[in-house]
């Protein structure tokens, strides 16, 4: 489902504007000790892959599960975050893509169809091996 989501900046990002691209969407909370091992993952195969792989991570900081902003700033400066990240505030998109269990990442292809839904934390491979195949 096409969803916009503000980033940090209150900056809206809207997921249909990345077609043509591969999508990984991440589903994340800084609380979350499997999704901050997956953290640097993410980082590490964004700045080596993302030309290469046409691909975007877009995670998803599922705030409205009492958050703070200044937490998520933090916790993505600890780990020199450079991909987009946006903040889930009301469930709505959380709900549209049943989220039950953090990380949960959705591998979306170049028409925005949804190939894969993975539930638990990736590392690099596993990203790597999962983006390719995305067509």
Not at 11 to 21: A, I, N, V
Not at 42 to 55: F, I, L, P
Not at 117 to 133: C, F, K, M, S, T
Request: charged share 25%; hydrophobic share 35%.
């Amino acid at each position: 489902p096409d969803c916009t989501l503000d980033n940090l900046q209150g900056e809206p990002l809207t997921l249909s504007e990345l077609r043509g691209k591969r999508v990984v969407l991440n589903f994340w909370a800084t609380w979350c000790p499997p999704c901050e091992a997956e953290m640097p993952h993410m980082q590490k195969y964004y700045e080596k892959y993302r030309e290469e792989d046409n691909v975007e991570i877009v995670g998803v900081n599922m705030t409205y599960a009492n958050e703070k902003l200044e937490r998520v700033e933090q916790f993505l400066k600890s780990y020199d975050i450079t991909f987009p990240i946006v903040l889930e505030q009301t469930e709505a998109v959380a709900y549209q893509y049943e989220i039950m269990t953090m990380p949960t990442t959705y591998m979306i292809d170049t028409s925005g169809k949804i190939q894969k839904q993975i539930i638990g934390p990736l590392d690099l491979d596993a990203l790597r091996e999962n983006v390719i195949q995305l067509d």
